[in-house]
C-alpha cells in the first residue's frame, strides 16, 4: 500500500502578494508599510509648514513697521515744527547790523528745518549792499546760522553828486555822505566791475606791495593801458597796463630813491623819472 503525503494548500492571508514580493525585490516598502509610515511624515511636514509661516509672517510685518517708522519719521521732520526753526543766528557781520540781515532773509519761522531753502536765503541776503559773501546751514536742532563776509573798502567814487564805497573787487556798493580819512578816490569817469579801467586799476592795486599801497591818494585810468596813482608825499607814479606788475613793483622801489615827481615804470626794462 502506497503512502501519500498531501501538502497542506497555502493560505492567501500567509502568502506575500505578487505586489509585495515585487515590491521585496526593489528593496521597497510594500503599500502597506508606506501607508503606515505616512502619518508620522505627515505631521513634520505639517510643523515644518506651520514654521515658515510664521517667520514669513513676521517679516511682513516687521517689513510694515519700518515703512511706517520711516513715514512717522518723514512726517514729523517735514511738516510738524517739532524741528523746526526757532532761532537764526548772524556771524561774520561788522557794519552790517545782524537785524538787517534777519530781515532781508526773511527764515519762516517754525517751519520744518528740511523744508527751509538756504539757498534762496542766502540770494535775499547777498542783495545786501555790503555783502560780499553769504553761507547759510542748518544748525541742528532748530538754527539756521547766516555767515556772511562783508566787502571791504578799497576807495571811493566820486560821481560829483554822490560819494560811493569801492571794494576791493571793483563793485561800487555803498552810498556815504562824507569821505572816510585813508581811502583813496577812484578819479575815473566810471567805475564798476563791467569796466576796462577799472578791472585794469584793480589789477595793479593787488599787485602793489602793501607798504606801497597804503600810501595811494588817488587813481586814474583813461583806459586799461594807462594806469597811474598818486601817492601821499605828493609824486604820481605812470604804470601803464597791469601786465608784467612783479618787474614794475621791483623797478619802481628802486626808482623811488631818486629824487623826482612823476616815476614811470610803465616799460620796466626803459623807466624814467622827471
Request: glycine share 8%; net charge positive; proline share 6%.
Amino acid at each position: 500500500m502506497t503512502s501519500t503525503s498531501r501538502r497542506r494548500p497555502r493560505r492567501d492571508d500567509d502568502a506575500p502578494t505578487r505586489p509585495a514580493r515585487a515590491a521585496q525585490r526593489r528593496g521597497r516598502p510594500a503599500s502597506g508599510q508606506r501607508d503606515r509610515a505616512a502619518p508620522g511624515r505627515t505631521a513634520a511636514q505639517a510643523a515644518t509648514g506651520f514654521v515658515s509661516r510664521a517667520r514669513a509672517l513676521r517679516r511682513r510685518w516687521i517689513a510694515v513697521l519700518s515703512v511706517l517708522t520711516v513715514l512717522g519719521l518723514a512726517y514729523v521732520l517735514l511738516f510738524t515744527s517739532l524741528l523746526g526753526v526757532r532761532s537764526v543766528e548772524v556771524t561774520g557781520n561788522r557794519d552790517v547790523a545782524a537785524d538787517r540781515v534777519r530781515q532781508v532773509a526773511e527764515v519762516p519761522e517754525r517751519r520744518a528745518m528740511l523744508r527751509v531753502d538756504t539757498d534762496a536765503i542766502a540770494e535775499r541776503v547777498a542783495e545786501i549792499p555790503g555783502v560780499a559773501t553769504v553761507d547759510v546751514s542748518r544748525s541742528w536742532p532748530s538754527t539756521i546760522e547766516i555767515a556772511v563776509t562783508e566787502r571791504a573798502p578799497a576807495g571811493v567814487y566820486d560821481t560829483g553828486s554822490t560819494l560811493y564805497l569801492v571794494d576791493t573787487g571793483g563793485v561800487v556798493y555803498k552810498e556815504i555822505s562824507k569821505r572816510p580819512q585813508g581811502l583813496p578816490e577812484f578819479k575815473m569817469s566810471e567805475v564798476g566791475v563791467g569796466n576796462a579801467e577799472t578791472r585794469a586799476v584793480i589789477a595793479v592795486r593787488k599787485a602793489l606791495p602793501k607798504q606801497l599801497r597804503d600810501k595811494v591818494t588817488q587813481w586814474r585810468a583813461d583806459s586799461p593801458g594807462s594806469v597811474e596813482f598818486t601817492l601821499r608825499s605828493g609824486k604820481s607814479v605812470r604804470w601803464g597796463d597791469a601786465s608784467d606788475s612783479e618787474s614794475k613793483a621791483k623797478v619802481l622801489g628802486a626808482l623811488m630813491t631818486r629824487p623826482g615827481k612823476v616815476y614811470d615804470v610803465s616799460s620796466p626794462e626803459l623807466p624814467t623819472v622827471s
